[in-house]
């Protein structure tokens, strides 16, 4: 199974932005899509935003416009773009396959929105 490791996160006041990576450990080429998740605390984890190895995206309706996906198959990397944060966006964010790989969760980064 490919390990994820995800990084980026950090403190932002509402209104910032910030730029999640996730580095697999293995090649993500075969993966037809990949997702970045998010589970704020008593919450439970769910599906943010997610691409295709073509290109094609899904992003859930709370984070639409604002956060912004990309895959570089050839680093083996995913990427986040969170722009106009808000506090409802403070959460552990993670990377994984879409559908989720149980074995292959990482760590998680942790993002608190907050003045």
């Known amino acids: 199974q490919v390990q994820l490791v995800e990084s980026g996160g950090g403190l932002v006041q509402p209104g910032g932005s910030l730029r999640l990576s996730c580095a697999a450990s293995g090649s993500i080429f075969r993966i037809n899509r990949m997702g970045w998740y998010r589970q704020a605390p008593g919450k439970q984890r769910d599906l943010v935003a997610s691409?295709?190895?073509?290109?094609?995206?899904y992003y859930a309706v709370s984070v639409k416009g604002r956060f912004t996906i990309s895959r570089d198959n050839a680093k083996n990397a995913v990427h986040l773009q969170m722009n106009s944060l808000k506090p409802e966006d403070t959460a552990v964010y993670y990377c994984n396959s879409d559908p989720p790989s149980g074995g292959s969760w990482g760590q998680g980064t942790q993002v608190t929105v907050s003045s």
């Open positions: 691409i295709t190895s073509g290109g094609s995206t």
